[in-house]
């Protein structure tokens, strides 16, 4: 089965008729998660899949508070909750991880 | 003791117990114009006309006190009295009737003195000398009106009544003698009463009343009579309370207390009611309450025996400290009987059951037989609270499954409204519980079971009972569940945008996909495998893969195999079918398109299943009920030398077979897991909490920072970790110590 041809050809035959199985509905699960090198923010130290603590503190009614609280990527690769990192540059424009000036190469969507 | 009106009038006799039919036929017209004539022009009078007269009288009082026939009429012999009164003759009058009184009165003594009479027939002699005594008194009276009215109204002298009364007093009751036997003979017939004798209450009734006219009701009778009552109950509850069961013993309690009532209602004097019915509530009661309670409390609860539970309440009610012994007695038997439920790991699959039933019960008990009694109704929940949290976790974790139960699609056994009922009642349970994180993070695992399978019976319910949880914990605790309904409406917003822009796609449209997308911390963590997809599979996987995260970037996704399921159509010998399975069990179904017989090693290599859940996908397929494979040889197991054939004979009633994948049993691993995640979490939300709290107050002690949070929190913590996470605060500038006051935190912006 791990041979190419067959995998081919089971993938043609699967519209035949004649066969004892055919895939007629599939239901895939999938997780995601940012896409990052670390998993923990390192300003408030709380995983970058959950929202920052401050808007953890505040979102009591907004549940949904994943939307408003993005992952930033720096050019350095390093990621932040962007809410952390909008507080962070204001005193210090550098990375906290590597010390380079901080420039965001990318948001989460 | 109100019996201290010694001048009991005449107007009031009857009241006392004498019939007035007699009365009635001798009382003059009693519309008689009072006057007084003017005493200067006294008219002459006949000589001797004062013993004339006086013998006139005589002869008819003492008529009256041998009961014969009167010679003279009544008005003449009322002329006779008001004529010697305005002759100046009242006081002789007053005098000589009073003698003629005193020497009948102690004539009469003597019969009582005598003899030693039988107790009853004593007691019927002195009452009917006392109601001779009473009628010819009023008879005497009414024909002495006159002098009543006038000379004794003007020198404020004893009435003929009253004079009367002291008379029979001096004579006959004042007589110790008499009197010890005129009162235990009436303590002889309550006690025969008590004992369930009929005894004559009239008798009764009539004799006190006299020991009331004359005043000592209270020093000669009532102290002796509550003496009587309290030795005799001081015993019978002694031995009663031994001897009977307490149901038994309350519903005897509770009859003497109406038995003691009546008596009150039928002879005693009702200035005695207090002092009775208390001695008889301390002797039969509240000497008695521990041991009731000890005794009997624990039965009646389990039993539910509503009806005495009742009674138990309304008589303890009545003595002091009743009802706060009987609160704590029922809040140690609920804590006791909830720990049993609670405790016993054996008694797992039916705890929430019991602890709903048991609370139902209990409930009913506050309600219909301690009268909503607030004391009870904060007893009860207090008593639930201690108990549910002797065990840690479990109790928790089962309401979360109980509730799965109850949401998952096939439960069809309660309407709608009974099932919003049902997870009323459970929310009652739910806000006993400490740690309702742990119960949040296992209502997780079954509510993703629910909305990946599709099992959930209703999307109303399940909304209905997130609301609950929102209400009772807020939205923080809510937020991630919301999360995972959140999840799921967006993937189908993304398949229905995907399906749209492949419609072209020839190979996509053949096969029916749909894909969950799940936010990662919204969810349970899961396993994650690698198994060898048929190529058209991993081909769809990957044009999905691209087109979502190119709509969503800087994320990354990881196919969950584990969870997927598919629907695959199948042609046997009696015709076509359709399996709904797990996506395992249609890897291994589809590799027999080209194979017809496979080892358990083939099928290993060929999908690359991890081996423990490849031998239960196999069991499933192969030694289950629906059996669309052959296991050669045969058996319950999958061993390793097994070998594995399309099963082209398969029949089954229905088109659409489901096969369950066999689920491994949680083990006691992923169960740490789930509370390693759990106290993680606590981790956090201690944090947010303390964020939350100063960022409100800007600055707060420790003390108070403390409390507040311990009324935020909905888990158990311990101070130590409180102040861990404080320090931890502070190190990442979150807050800060006051420079002056070092107990002080400020928070920092
Ligand atoms: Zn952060
Ligand atoms: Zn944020
Ligand atoms: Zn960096």
Redesign the pocket.
Same mark, same amino acid.
């Given at each position: 089965m791990a041979d190419e041809n067959e995998n081919e050809k089971m993938d043609n035959e699967n519209q035949k008729p004649e066969k004892m199985f055919t895939l007629k509905k599939w239901n895939a699960v999938a997780m995601w998660s940012w896409d990052v090198e670390c998993d923990t923010c390192a300003i408030c130290r709380v995983q970058v899949m959950d929202a920052c603590l401050r808007c953890q503190a505040e979102s009591k009614k907004d549940s949904y508070g994943k939307q408003d609280c993005v992952v930033v990527w720096?050019e #350095?690769n390093?990621s932040f909750h962007y809410c952390c990192m909008s507080l962070w540059v204001k005193q210090n424009n550098r #990375?906290p991880?590597?010390q380079?000036e901080w420039s965001i190469q990318r948001m989460g969507k | 003791m109100e019996q201290t009106n010694p001048k009991a009038n005449f107007s009031n006799f009857p009241i006392n117990g004498v019939s007035r039919n007699h009365v009635v036929t001798i009382m003059p017209v009693p519309a008689k114009k009072l006057v007084i004539k003017n005493l200067k022009s006294t008219p002459e009078l006949p000589e001797d006309y004062m013993n004339q007269t006086w013998k006139k009288l005589k002869g008819a009082v003492v008529a009256i006190q041998q009961s014969k026939a009167n010679q003279y009429s009544l008005e003449e012999l009322y002329q006779a009295v008001e004529n010697m009164c305005n002759h100046k003759m009242a006081s002789l009058l007053y005098k000589k009737l009073q003698s003629l009184i005193e020497v009948h009165v102690s004539r009469n003594i003597e019969q009582f003195v005598a003899e030693s009479m039988d107790r009853y027939l004593f007691l019927k002699k002195m009452n009917e000398t006392w109601q001779a005594h009473c009628q010819q008194m009023i008879m005497i009276r009414s024909i002495f009106l006159y002098l009543d009215r006038t000379y004794i109204l003007q020198n404020h002298i004893s009435s003929i009544w009253d004079m009367g009364l002291e008379l029979f007093g001096k004579y006959i009751l004042l007589n110790t003698l008499v009197q010890t036997r005129v009162v235990e003979g009436l303590l002889m017939l309550i006690e025969k009463e008590r004992q369930g004798d009929q005894v004559d209450r009239s008798l009764l009734k009539s004799l006190l009343r006299m020991l009331t006219d004359l005043s000592i009701y209270n020093v000669s009778f009532e102290q002796k009579f509550i003496q009587a009552t309290e030795r005799l109950y001081a015993a019978e509850g002694q031995c009663l309370m031994q001897e009977l069961e307490v149901p038994d013993y309350l519903v005897h309690v509770d009859k003497r207390l109406a038995e003691e009532n009546e008596r009150v209602l039928h002879y005693l004097d009702s200035a005695t009611k207090y002092q009775l019915i208390h001695t008889v509530e301390k002797q039969l009661l509240r000497e008695h309450v521990s041991q009731i309670l000890q005794k009997g409390l624990d039965q009646l609860l389990t039993e539910y025996r509503l009806t005495d539970l009742g009674l138990l309440y309304d008589l303890l009610s009545r003595v002091k400290n009743g009802i706060v012994e009987l609160c704590s007695a029922f809040n140690a038997f609920i804590k006791k009987r909830g720990k049993t439920i609670v405790i016993n790991p054996e008694k797992d699959k039916s705890m929430v059951q019991e602890l709903l039933d048991f609370k139902d019960d209990m409930d009913t008990v506050v309600t219909k037989c301690f009268h909503k009694h607030e004391r009870f109704t904060n007893s009860l929940k207090e008593a639930f609270e201690n108990f549910i949290n002797q065990r840690t976790n479990k109790p928790a974790e089962l309401i979360a499954k109980f509730i799965d139960s109850k949401l998952r699609a096939g439960n069809k056994e309660a309407t709608e409204e009974e099932l919003e009922r049902l997870l009323d009642k459970i929310m009652v349970l739910f806000r006993f519980i400490h740690g309702k994180d742990v119960f949040e993070a296992f209502y997780k695992k079954d509510l993703a079971k629910r909305l990946l399978v599709g099992k959930s019976a209703s999307v109303d319910a399940e909304k209905s009972m997130l609301s609950k949880l929102k209400q009772e914990c807020g939205g923080g605790f809510t937020s991630k569940l919301e999360g995972m309904f959140k999840d799921m409406e967006l993937s189908k917003d993304i398949i229905q945008a995907f399906k749209l822009v492949h419609t072209s796609n020839k190979k996509l449209s053949q096969i029916d996909m749909t894909v969950s997308i799940l936010t990662m911390g919204y969810w349970p963590s899961y396993q994650h495998m690698e198994v060898s997809l048929p190529e058209y599979m991993v081909k769809l996987q990957d044009v999905f893969k691209e087109f979502y995260l190119n709509k969503h970037s800087g994320r990354k996704l990881q196919w969950q195999p584990t969870l997927g399921h598919c629907v695959l159509k199948a042609r046997f010998n009696s015709g076509p079918k359709e399996l709904v399975v797990s996506l395992f069990q249609s890897l291994v179904l589809l590799l027999f398109n080209d194979c017809d017989e496979l080892s358990l090693e083939d099928i290993k290599v060929a999908t690359n299943i991890e081996d423990g859940e490849l031998r239960r996908t196999l069991q499933s397929l192969a030694c289950g009920k629906a059996r669309v494979l052959l296991k050669t040889p045969k058996g319950r197991e999958v061993q390793d030398e097994d070998h594995f054939k399309f099963n082209a004979e398969f029949v089954n009633k229905l088109f659409r077979i489901k096969i369950n994948q066999i689920q491994m049993k949680e083990t006691t691993e992923e169960q740490k897991a789930t509370e390693e995640r759990v106290f993680q979490d606590r981790q956090y939300q201690i944090d947010a909490a303390i964020v939350r709290i100063m960022k409100m107050r800007k600055s707060l002690t420790h003390n108070l920072l403390i409390s507040e949070l311990y009324l935020q929190l909905k888990f158990p913590v311990k101070p130590a970790d409180l102040k861990k996470r404080i320090e931890s605060l502070i190190d990442r500038d979150y807050m800060e110590r006051d420079k002056e006051n070092s107990t002080q935190y400020n928070y920092v912006a």
């Open positions: 720096g #350095c390093h #990375c991880l590597c380079q | -």
